[in-house]
């Protein structure tokens, strides 16, 4: 099962897939410092153990899913 997923700093591009929700077991979650566009996937709340999120250093766009907050 994998807890932590680092891809900072990798210059990736295009949008955050949709395929991560599959990861249900996951921690953390680092794509800060690449080039992502897009929003941020409205069915992030799949990550019920998620403690850390960076998305930061991108170029998303559009509104923060509430399901974030819970």
């Known amino acids: 099962m994998i807890k932590l997923f680092d891809l ?3 210059s990736l591009t ?3 897939p949709e395929e991560l929700t599959q990861l249900s077991g996951l921690r953390s979650l ?3 410092g690449n080039h992502l566009t897009g929003g941020i996937p409205w069915n ?3 990550f019920p153990m998620l403690e ?3 998305l930061s250093r991108n170029w998303l766009s559009g509104p923060i899913p509430p399901s974030l907050s819970d």
């Open 44 to 46: 992030m709340n799949h």
């Open 14 to 16: 295009g949008v955050i």
């Open 8 to 10: 900072s700093s990798n």
């Open 52 to 54: 850390s999120l960076d």
């Open 30 to 32: 680092n794509f800060s």
